[in-house]
């Protein structure tokens, strides 16, 4: 059964800044090298008029999953992540994130939306992780909810760095 997933969390930049950032290829060039981890790549990033489309891999060693993962799965982590970002209107954007994991049944999509006020803007997701395993998909599920969280915290950091340090 899917577990839903839903962050928030706030950059400290307006709305124009932060989907400036996002729609950026040098920004995911930035992010991806900074903060992507081990053999983490951009395989694709197809940037519009004010709008974007990035495909990277990351991965995670097999040494920092837990038993439940590499009883099911040997190996490093291999997993694909896509992230788009529309138009900016008024002051808001929406996309849309997803991520699969390499040989296995598991999946995480949802949309994505950002709404500025001021110097200050809001990034929110809203989504599923689904892991489709007997007996042990829900406790993965939690466990690689938890992991998307923490990243997505760790992203939306990177981002407000980035702006204030290319903004200079």
Do not use: C
Not at 129 to 139: A, D, L, N, S, Y
């Amino acid at each position: 059964m899917p577990r839903p997933i839903e962050h928030s969390s706030t950059v400290p930049a307006s709305a124009d800044k932060v989907h400036a950032a996002l729609t950026s290829e040098q920004y995911w060039k930035d992010r991806i090298e900074q903060i992507g981890g081990p053999g983490a790549s951009l395989k694709s990033v197809e940037v519009g008029e004010g709008t974007i489309r990035v495909v990277m891999t990351q991965s995670v060693p097999e040494e920092e999953l837990p038993s439940a993962v590499t009883a099911f799965k040997k190996g490093d982590l291999i997993i694909e992540r896509t992230e788009s970002w529309g138009p900016l209107h008024d002051s808001r954007a929406e996309g849309t994130f997803g991520a699969m994991v390499e040989g296995t049944p598991a999946r995480i999509e949802g949309t994505t939306s950002l709404h500025g006020v001021g110097e200050k803007t809001t990034v929110s997701l809203s989504g599923i992780t689904e892991v489709k395993i007997p007996i042990f998909g829900g406790k993965i599920e939690s466990m690689i909810s938890e992991q998307v969280l923490e990243l997505i915290d760790n992203e939306q950091d990177f981002t407000g760095n980035w702006i204030t340090e290319t903004s200079q």
